[in-house]
């Protein structure tokens, strides 16, 4: 299987900060990764796909990089709706695995 | 708008099958392009892949849990089901439904808590 691992797990930050979130894979998933946002009792969201595409209606202040083994989310301006628990999954080959997720806090 | 919704029993006997069923409202699961999944989430825990179907019945299973998983899909009801047999507690988990293209999940539903306990 192939390993996701972010960085941080917990992240604390203010509104109207660049927030940036890190996935790396245990090798190689080419740019087939996605990003999801999940609010606490809620399912997760789809934000980005494919690396860095951004999945229909997602504000544009998020943004993903990255291919191969390294990626990242950022959220250039982060807003009140922002806070939530953010998870990277990899779907270059089965079975598709996802990070254990980062949390991102109000400062 | 595409509708996805879990339901099944919330507390199952330790070593039973667990059985859920999504039914998708606004689309149909028909679709060619795209297959149907379950994922779970275990109490403050992250998300865990159990496996796929497509509409014609292939299906492609976490190795993980593949022994002990079957999902089946209804096309005349616009469901898709999941059976898990042998639970422990370690099963304990919030289970969602979702849609996937090119194995992204853009739709899930609400999830709904299962717990196994006697």
């Known amino acids: 299987d192939i390993q996701m691992t972010q960085s941080p797990s917990t992240l604390s930050a203010s509104l109207g900060d660049r927030v940036t979130i890190t996935c790396r894979a245990s090798q190689s998933v080419s740019n087939w990764l996605a990003w999801y946002q999940q609010k606490r009792g809620k399912a997760p969201k789809l934000l980005i796909y494919?690396?860095?595409s951004l999945e229909s209606g997602v504000p544009s202040r998020f943004s993903g990089s990255g291919s191969g083994t390294g990626f990242t989310l950022t959220i250039s301006s982060l807003q009140p709706d922002d806070f939530a628990t953010y998870y990277c999954?990899?779907?270059?080959?089965?079975?598709?695995?996802f990070g254990q997720g980062t949390k991102v806090e109000i400062k | 708008q595409l509708q996805l919704q879990e339901s099944g029993p919330g507390l199952v006997n330790p070593s039973e099958t667990l059985s859920l069923t999504c039914t998708v409202s606004?689309?149909?699961?028909?679709?060619?392009?795209?297959?149907w999944g379950w994922i779970r989430q275990p109490p403050g825990k992250g998300l865990e892949w159990i496996g796929s179907?497509?509409?014609?019945?292939?299906?492609y299973y976490n190795p993980s849990l593949k022994s002990r998983v079957t999902i089946s899909v209804d096309t005349s009801k616009n469901q898709f089901s999941l059976k898990l047999s042998s639970v422990t507690a370690a099963d304990t988990a919030v289970y969602y439904c979702?849609?996937?293209?090119?194995?992204?999940?853009?739709?899930w539903g609400q999830g709904t808590l299962v717990t196994v306990s006697s």
């Open positions: 979702a849609r996937s293209l090119a194995a992204v999940f853009d739709y």
């Open positions: 179907i497509y509409y014609s019945g292939n299906t």
């Open positions: 999954q990899q779907y270059n080959s089965y079975p598709w695995t």
């Open positions: 606004g689309g149909s699961i028909s679709s060619s392009d795209h297959f």
């Open positions: 494919q690396a860095s």
